[in-house]
């Protein structure tokens, strides 16, 4: 029998290279879907004039990141297939980005947040990138921060899959495609 978490799969890349409109387009057609954490945070941050941002206090940013992405990863009480919009290992990479302290009990936190070793990583598509007020990065950060997410995905022992620049339906075809195997 398969282990749970082999239903719960990771879609990651850097900013602004349609991740959300990928999970949005997945969750229309049945699939039980967990949002990032990232922008809430920002948005939050934003209205209560908190300093938990990434251009005022990088490290509250990043635990406040780590600590939401364990929260949605235990709320998930689904037996079918789960697609997150990023994860833990996602606020992992920004803390080796920024030189940030990891957590002490990282591996004990990580072993409980299993997905599954399929992890499918958006590539940068300068044709649909573009900041706003919660996405400052430039172009360059955007590229580093997919190199560095790709990095870190492999170094803690996931398989990173590289989704096609294509229409929103073809990507999610890719998706189901590699998941059905």
């Not at 799969?9 to 057609?29: A, C, E, F, M, Q």
């Not at 899959?161 to 990507?171: A, D, H, L, S, Y």
Request: charged share 30%.
């Amino acid at each position: 029998m398969r282990e749970q978490f082999s239903k719960y799969y990771i879609i990651t890349g850097g900013p602004g290279v349609g991740k959300t409109t990928l999970l949005r387009h997945l969750n229309i057609y049945g699939f039980t879907t967990v949002p990032e954490d990232a922008r809430r945070i920002i948005k939050e941050q934003l209205a209560s004039s908190g300093d938990a941002l990434p251009w005022l206090d990088k490290s509250k940013y990043a635990i406040y990141m780590y600590e939401a992405a364990k929260r949605s990863y235990q709320n998930v009480q689904s037996q079918d297939v789960v697609f997150f919009d990023r994860s833990i290992l996602d606020a992992v990479c920004y803390m080796i980005m920024e030189n940030i302290l990891l957590p002490q009990n990282i591996d004990v936190e990580l072993a409980a947040c299993r997905y599954n070793k399929q992890v499918f990583i958006l590539p940068p598509w300068k044709e649909i990138y573009k900041t706003d007020s919660e996405r400052k990065q430039q172009w360059e950060e955007a590229v580093y921060t997919f190199d560095k997410m790709k990095q870190t995905y492999h170094d803690f022992g996931y398989k990173t899959i590289e989704v096609p620049k294509e229409t929103v339906e073809k990507r999610m075809a890719f998706v189901l495609e590699h998941i059905k195997k």
